[in-house]
T-cell receptor, first 114, second 112 residues
Framework: EAGVAQSPRYKIIEKRQSVAFWCNPISGHATLYWYQQILGQGPKLLIQ????????DSQLPKDRFSAERLKGVDSTLKIQPAKLEDSAVYLC????????????FGPGTRLTVT | QQQVKQSPQSLIVQKGGISIINCAYENTAFDYFPWYQQFPGKGPALLIA?????SEKKEGRFTISFNKSAKQFSLHIMDSQPGDSATYFC???????????FGTGTKLQVIP
């Protein structure tokens, strides 16, 4: 079974630039999550999709972050404009609808904002 | 904001010893408690999970102990091995959409 795919793996940008991350979840997983993991901390949920609808985006900085899930499969997370404090690993995860405790994570994208 | 407090921040254990990581929560709406293991450069992976109506769950060398009245739960790794060296996160789920709140993580190092 293929795992959660993410790209790019690494990205370095200057502050005020924009960046986009891509995620392809495990086939059949209705729920998709984007997390931000700052070095030395636990993952923080940014947004959760059920199919292609948003069910939780309470911690998403909506003035600069946006996300969409195309046709209930792939998803993109965008930051525009980036700030220094956005430097982190951005993790995508997916799960079956009723098994939110069993999330499968991708390898993450390490973002450095200079 | 819902929180899950985790301790210790780091832990060094000798090979063959027992590693113990503790977590505490306040929100009684949490209804499922998984533990995740994360190796450097990788995403977290589910290790073991427990429901609040169960006091203990064991899978191989890994055991979760759950104290509902104290709102605390812990992970015990028996016969710890160098390959167990990783960061461990406790977590808690709540709500119909099963939102996951992660603890702050414990970096475990098992020395030979």
């Amino acid at each position: 079974e293929a795992g959660v795919a993410q790209s790019p793996r690494y990205k370095i940008i200057e502050k005020r630039q924009s960046v986009a991350f891509w995620c392809n979840p495990i086939s059949g997983h209705a729920t998709l999550y984007w997390y931000q993991q700052i070095l030395g901390q636990g993952p923080k949920l940014l947004i959760q999709f059920q199919n292609n609808g948003v069910v939780d985006d309470s911690q998403l900085p909506k003035d600069r972050f946006s996300a969409e899930r195309l046709k209930g499969v792939d998803s993109t997370l965008k930051i525009q404009p980036a700030k220094l404090e956005d430097s982190a690993v951005y993790l995508c995860a997916s799960s079956f609808r009723a098994r939110g405790y069993e999330q499968y994570f991708g390898p993450g994208t390490r973002l450095t904002v200079t | 904001q819902q929180q899950v407090k985790q301790s210790p921040q780091s832990l060094i254990v000798q090979k063959g010893g027992i590693s113990i990581i503790n977590c505490a929560y306040e929100n009684t709406a949490f209804d499922y408690f998984p533990w995740y293991q994360q190796f450097p450069g990788k995403g977290p992976a589910l290790l073991i999970a427990i429901r609040p109506d169960v006091s203990e769950k064991k899978e191989g060398r890994f055991t979760i102990s759950f104290n509902k009245s104290a709102k605390q739960f812990s992970l015990h790794i028996m016969d710890s091995q160098p390959g167990d060296s990783a960061t461990y996160f406790c977590a808690a789920l709540s709500g119909g959409y099963q939102k996951v709140t992660f603890g702050t993580g414990t970096k475990l190092q098992v020395i030979p």
